[in-house]
């Protein structure tokens, strides 16, 4: 059987290598689509998808304007694209993992909201979008759920480069995934079908057993899948 077919969806200012690598590594194969004028269906040999990170969402989706004092970089075809990929996987029953900007597109599609600069909220300044991507800046910890299975019930460190995050929780979700701070760094839906973490694991995943699980657990699922769906 062929290594499971990975979407990965980005942003043209998106380095999408370590994305690829990440998928490589763990058995699959990655293949980037990127925003453009028109958006493509999810291919039909797809087998899982990953939402990686980039740009902020566009506020309206979540119907809010742009708060005073944030200049967002925003990419509405790419949350386009994203919102018809994530529909697609969903109807087919797809794993879905999604990262940084991922977890907050994923997070806005099932009803959520997003703080637009953490900077200008209580949480701890350690959250911010200019540290090494490699750089572990703060710890989180899993509580339930499929995640604190992949992960541990103990503390991780992780890096963080994001400027915003989840304020409410979509409908739908479970945040299973904390900073020491409360923001939420971790959710999922009930069945494990969708996860999502804010930090970056594919920057990780050199050294990092914790971030190497998150990609081998979409691809164990995917290949899952793909029996099923041969088998079937």
């Known amino acids: 059987m062929p290594a499971p077919l990975i979407v990965v969806t980005a942003g043209h200012k998106t380095p999408p290598g370590p994305y690829e690598e990440a998928v490589r590594r763990a058995g699959g194969r990655p293949r980037v689509l990127l925003?453009?004028?028109?958006?493509?269906p999810l291919p039909d040999d797809a087998a899982g998808l990953i939402l990686a990170g980039g740009a902020s969402v566009e506020p309206a989706r979540?119907?809010?304007g742009i708060e005073p004092g944030v200049t967002p970089t925003m990419d509405p075809p790419r949350d386009e694209l994203e919102w018809a990929m994530i529909g697609q996987a969903l109807d087919r029953g797809l794993p879905i993992l999604g990262i940084c900007r991922g977890l907050q597109v994923i997070n806005v599609y099932y009803g959520g909201t997003l703080h637009q600069e953490l900077a200008t909220t209580s949480y701890a300044p350690f959250h911010r979008p200019d540290q090494h991507r490699a750089h572990l800046a703060h710890?989180?910890?899993?509580h339930g759920g499929r995640l604190e299975g992949l992960l541990g019930p103990g503390?991780?460190?992780v890096n963080s480069i994001h400027r915003q995050g989840v304020k409410r929780i979509g409908a739908g979700l479970l945040a299973t995934v904390f900073a020491d701070?409360?923001?939420i760094e971790g959710v999922?839906?009930?069945?494990?079908q969708v996860l999502a973490v804010q930090w970056h694991p594919e920057e990780l995943v050199a050294h990092d057993p914790a971030a190497r699980v998150?990609?081998?657990d979409l691809l164990e699922r995917s290949r899952r899948f793909t029996t099923i769906g041969v088998t079937s």
Do not use: C
């Open 181 to 183: 701070d409360g923001l």
């Open 155 to 157: 503390q991780l460190w």
């Open 214 to 216: 998150l990609f081998a």
């Open 62 to 64: 979540y119907r809010s």
């Open 35 to 40: 925003p453009a004028d028109t958006v493509a």
């Open 139 to 142: 710890p989180v910890r899993a």
């Open 188 to 192: 999922e839906t009930p069945d494990g």
